[in-house]
Each structure stands twice: as C-alpha cells, then as structure tokens.
C-alpha cells in the first residue's frame, strides 16, 4: 500500500457519497470518491419519490441545510400535489403533499458533476474495499492498489462493508424486522393520475410493508412493493407479490390495466433506523449505510443527502479546528433525530397489527387522514401517541 493520500476517502456514489465528498471538497479538502457503477445512478434502483423543499422543512422543522434540497430542472420527470393512502380494503386517504418524481440517474449524474467540478478525484467502476489503520485508512480494489484517506465516508449503501470493517454494528442491525425487500417495476402505457402518488397497505400482496404507484409522467410509473420476511407465508415469491398486487388489488389493478412491465429491480433496505453509531475514529457512515432511511415511508434519498452534508462538513472541522467525528452524530441527532426516532417507533407499533387485515383497516379508519398523515411523515400522532409507545 503506498498510494497517495487524501483527506477524505468516500465509499459510494449515491446521493449520500456524492454529498459528503461535495462539501468537503468546497471548503478545500482533497477528496477521493470511488463507486462501483460504470455510470452514475444506473441502473436505478429506486422509487424516485423526493419531497419538495417546503414539506421537507414542515417535516423536519430543526434542519439547518436545507439549501441541499435542490432538483435541477432536468432532473424531474413530474411533479405530485399529493399523497393518497389506500387501507387494505381499498379505504383512500388522501392529502396535499408536493413531490417531485425525479429522474435518478440524471440527478446523480447532475450531483457527480458538481463534485468534478469542485476538484473531487472520481474513480467510477470500482468496487472499493477498505483496510483501516491508526490513521485513518487505505481504499481500493485491493491492498495494493489502495490510497490512504485520513477520514474515510462509508457511503457504500445497505448493507455497508465500510461501514463493518470500521467496527460499526452494520450486521448486528440486520434482523428479520429490520430489514425491508423490495422490488420495483418501471410501468408503461399506463393512464394513472399524473399528480398523485399513492401508498397501499395490503398485508395480502405486500406483507411487512406497502406498495407503491409513483407516476413518472409520460404514461409511466414507478410500480413497488416492500415486504418484511417475518410476514411472508412459506413458499411464496416476491415476484408473484408484486404480480398479484398489480393484477389482483382491486384499487390497483383497475389503474394498472394494460400497463406493461419493464425495468424490474430488486434490493434490501434498512428499516429500523440509525445504526446506535454512526462513526469511529476516523470513519463516518451516513445514508443507508447508517441505516438513515425513515421506516415509515421508506425515504432516503433526502435523509442521504443531509447527512452526507453534515459529514463533509464535520470533516471539514476536523481539518480546521480539531473536531471529533462524534459532532457529525451530535449534529444529525439534533437536526433529524428526533423524526427518526418517531418513525421507528410508529414502524415497530404497526408491527403489531400489519399481519391482520382487517384490524389494521379498522385502526386506519379511525384514524383518519389528518393522523395517517402525521405518522407516514414520521410524526407522533396526537392523542394517539401513548397506544403507539405502548405498541412499539
Ligand atoms: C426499490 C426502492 C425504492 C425506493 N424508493 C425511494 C423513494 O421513492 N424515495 C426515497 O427518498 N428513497 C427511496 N428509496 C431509498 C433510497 O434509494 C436510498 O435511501 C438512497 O439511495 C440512499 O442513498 P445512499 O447514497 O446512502 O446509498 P445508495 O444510493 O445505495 O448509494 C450507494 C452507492 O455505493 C456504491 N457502492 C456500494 N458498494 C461499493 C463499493 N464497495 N465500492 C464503491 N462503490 C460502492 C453503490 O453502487 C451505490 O451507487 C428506495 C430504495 C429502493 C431500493
């Protein structure tokens, strides 16, 4: 091992890497990005669902950058207005909610860019590994190949070797209810509503989870569900959930009719929360690598980006005034912690009653919209809250 050395070392070129290794690197930092994709964001492996910047601040009220929340035009394929929420017997809930249907690939690749433009050395098509020392670390395909990184982002998505070889508890995490998979189809030729994205719970066709039609414009739509393992009857498929929630949910299938599947994609999610560390010595994790998705919707492109932020950032103090690493955890508990942590504890309350249809239809109806709102946006609902404390 005796390649150059960098400030910074970042593992992955998701949202969250190329956030991290763009702040550091406007502040003056050397910084190094590796990602195992040939291109940026492809193929692509998300929803694409992302919320405007004014409901991201009404959903996390203590975010100081919210300046990061920035879609270039070329970067959205439609824009929502609201939510619709669909209980297991076909009950709608719906409410405003204003989102972009982004294009992910042309997003990361707008991000990637950014990044180059800042000076950050990009090396694409390389699955980096990574071996750490008292000083930080050294990155690369193989040992002998590797640079050395004083502070090393763990970036790498879920589940995160990064994030492992740094001692962070990244298997310890993975417990059947903690751990969400997914798959998703592009579907074309549809005549879905362009405006409204829609959330179906159906214990039947997506166990553990939800399902999704997220329209992308031009007759298309992002078509998914997410199931957990322990909510799975033997023996049956992923492959033959998703085919019945598009042929055989009643509400679904009407808007579905006719619409043809491409693209089909499959992967695992974390959905229990942060990891209880985020960062050692010299390494910081942030995005799904640090378990950073809200498990009540299931978003993280944005929780990626903000903490890959405050990662560079603090890698930047580090340089400049001696900061610990441990003020890059300080900083995202202050600022998304709180929000996090009711979207844990509503995920693990709903863990109660997401094996029972009917209840569960019950329990939503007397909710109502404004409640169902609430804990979908990682809130705690109201006069509701002791029953679910009492649950999770
Ligand atoms: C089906 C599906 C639907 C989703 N829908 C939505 C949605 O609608 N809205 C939303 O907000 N979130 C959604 N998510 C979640 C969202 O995609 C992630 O939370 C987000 O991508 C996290 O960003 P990240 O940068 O942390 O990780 P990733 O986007 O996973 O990026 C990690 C990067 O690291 C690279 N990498 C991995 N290992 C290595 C290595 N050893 N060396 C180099 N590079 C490596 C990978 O190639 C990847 O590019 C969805 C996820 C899935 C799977």
Redesign the pocket.
């Known amino acids: 091992m005796c390649g150059k050395g960098y400030d910074v070392v970042v593992?992955?070129?998701?949202?969250?890497?190329?956030s991290a290794a763009l702040y550091a690197a406007q502040a003056g930092l050397e910084v190094k990005l590796?990602?195992?994709?040939k291109e940026w964001?492809r193929p692509v492996?998300?929803?694409?669902?992302?919320a405007s910047k004014e409901e991201l601040a009404r959903l996390l009220p203590r975010l100081k950058c919210i300046d990061i929340i920035e879609v270039p035009e070329e970067a959205i394929d439609a824009r929502c207005k609201s939510l619709r929420f669909i209980s297991p017997r076909g009950h709608e809930f719906e409410f405003p909610f204003e989102a972009y249907m982004i294009d992910r690939q042309e997003f990361e690749h707008h991000l990637g860019e950014k990044c180059l433009s800042y000076g950050v050395e990009v090396e694409l098509n390389?699955?980096?590994?990574f071996y750490p020392d008292a000083e930080g670390g050294w990155v690369g395909l193989s040992r002998e190949e590797a640079v050395h990184g004083d502070i090393i982002i763990a970036?790498?998505?879920?589940p995160s070797?990064?994030a492992e070889a740094a001692g962070l508890p990244q298997y310890g995490y993975a417990t059947p209810h903690s751990v969400a998979n997914?798959?998703?189809y592009l579907m074309t030729d549809l005549s879905v509503e362009d405006d409204v994205a829609e959330i179906y719970v159906d214990p039947k066709w997506s166990p553990g989870g939800y399902a999704?039609i997220?329209p992308k414009g031009q007759r298309r739509a992002?078509v998914?569900i997410?199931i957990r393992e322990p909510y799975v009857s033997r023996n049956v498929r992923i492959t033959d959930l998703i085919a019945g929630f598009i042929d055989k949910n009643k509400t679904a299938a009407k808007k579905l009719e006719g619409g043809r599947k491409t693209n089909l994609?499959a992967?695992t999610?974390p959905v229990d929360g942060p990891l209880s560390r985020t960062y050692s010595h010299n390494v910081m994790a942030?995005?799904?690598?640090a378990g950073?998705?809200m498990p009540t919707n299931?978003?993280?492109?944005?929780?990626?980006m903000i903490t890959?932020r405050l990662a560079g950032e603090t890698a930047v103090q580090y340089f400049e005034n001696k900061a610990p690493l441990s003020s890059y955890e300080d900083a995202w508990k202050e600022q998304i912690g709180v929000e996090m942590q009711n979207s844990r504890t509503v995920r693990r309350a709903s863990d109660k009653v997401m094996g029972h249809r009917i209840m569960l239809d019950l329990m939503l109806r007397l909710m109502g919209t404004k409640k169902i709102a609430e804990m979908l946006l990682c809130q705690m609902p109201g006069l509701w809250t002791p029953l679910i404390r009492l649950m999770a």
């Open positions: 593992v992955g070129g998701g949202p969250g890497g190329l590796f990602e195992k994709k964001g492996r998300c929803g694409e669902y992302f390389t699955r980096a590994r970036a790498d998505g879920y070797m990064t997914v798959i998703e999704w997220f992002n998914g997410g994609m992967d999610l942030v995005g799904d690598a950073m998705i299931g978003g993280g492109i944005q929780t990626a890959g």
